[in-house]
């Protein structure tokens, strides 16, 4: 905790941004009869029957001091996957970047060894080398922005039926569009300081000797 909360006290810089990363998955979702359009007086109408298409994944990418967020939708949730993430990350979002400072829960998948299994071993140490990575802790979920965003994608864009892959990726586009363009940046307020007195119970009682 106290790991991350440093992270979150570091001024904005270009050569080391700040970035959390987080993904969840979406159940997509066909209608099977067409809505009745809105009336005058009455509002769509929807058939409480439906048919499943399968799951989606998400990968949310953070940039809290930016407010710059990038959303990948892909069919799996695997270590290729999230390598292929970190990559795009590396060489196309922050090219000039020193290093990425990456804030991530602890799923298995999100090691650098991932990089090894998607890619060649050259490759694979070239983005190691430029990137430094944090960990929240277990059930520390409200430390993590990327998390944050996600509830935010959830309430704003995917609280609805959306029946593939192709009609995901073009309402996820506009809604990270909008939000980039209001530059919804995050301010951390909550200090190491601050933790170590609200959350004393967690901490382990050290007897003096």
Same mark, same amino acid.
């Given at each position: 905790?106290?790991?991350?909360?440093?992270?979150?006290?570091?001024?904005?810089?270009?050569?080391?941004?700040?970035?959390?990363?987080?993904?969840?998955?979406?159940?997509?979702?066909?209608?099977?009869?067409?809505?009745?359009?809105?009336?005058?007086?009455?509002?769509?109408?929807?058939?409480?029957?439906?048919?499943?298409?399968?799951?989606?994944?998400?990968?949310?990418?953070?940039?809290?001091?930016?407010?710059?967020?990038?959303?990948?939708?892909?069919?799996?949730?695997?270590?290729?996957?999230?390598?292929?993430?970190?990559?795009?990350?590396?060489?196309?979002?922050?090219?000039?970047?020193?290093?990425?400072?990456?804030?991530?829960?602890?799923?298995?998948?999100?090691? =650098?060894?991932?990089?090894?299994?998607?890619?060649?071993?050259?490759?694979?140490?070239?983005?190691?080398?430029?990137?430094?990575?944090?960990?929240?802790?277990?059930?520390?979920?409200?430390?993590?922005?990327?998390?944050?965003?996600?509830?935010?994608?959830?309430?704003?864009? =995917?609280?609805?039926?959306?029946?593939?892959?192709?009609?995901?990726?073009?309402?996820?586009?506009?809604?990270?569009?909008?939000?980039?363009?209001?530059?919804?940046?995050?301010?951390?307020?909550?200090?190491?300081?601050?933790?170590?007195?609200?959350?004393?119970?967690?901490?382990?009682?050290?007897?003096?000797?």
């Amino acid at each position: 905790m106290e790991d991350v909360l440093e992270v979150y006290t570091r001024p904005y810089d270009p050569q080391r941004p700040q970035v959390c990363l987080d993904e969840t998955r979406k159940q997509l979702v066909a209608e099977t009869r067409p809505p009745i359009p809105p009336a005058p007086g009455q509002p769509e109408r929807i058939d409480y029957e439906d048919a499943r298409q399968g799951t989606a994944n998400l990968f949310m990418v953070f940039d809290p001091l930016a407010g710059r967020r990038l959303v990948q939708v892909t069919a799996r949730w695997t270590a290729i996957d999230f390598a292929h993430v970190l990559q795009k990350l590396v060489d196309e979002q922050y090219p000039q970047a020193e290093k990425l400072v990456l804030v991530l829960d602890n799923l298995n998948t999100h090691q =650098l060894a991932s990089l090894y299994e998607a890619f060649a071993p050259a490759k694979a140490r070239r983005l190691t080398e430029r990137l430094e990575l944090h960990y929240t802790p277990t059930h520390g979920s409200w430390l993590h922005m990327a998390e944050t965003e996600l509830s935010v994608l959830a309430t704003q864009c =995917l609280d609805r039926r959306l029946p593939d892959q192709t009609t995901l990726r073009q309402e996820v586009t506009v809604w990270e569009q909008r939000r980039n363009q209001a530059k919804c940046s995050v301010e951390w307020r909550f200090t190491t300081q601050e933790a170590r007195l609200k959350l004393k119970r967690l901490y382990p009682s050290i007897q003096p000797g």
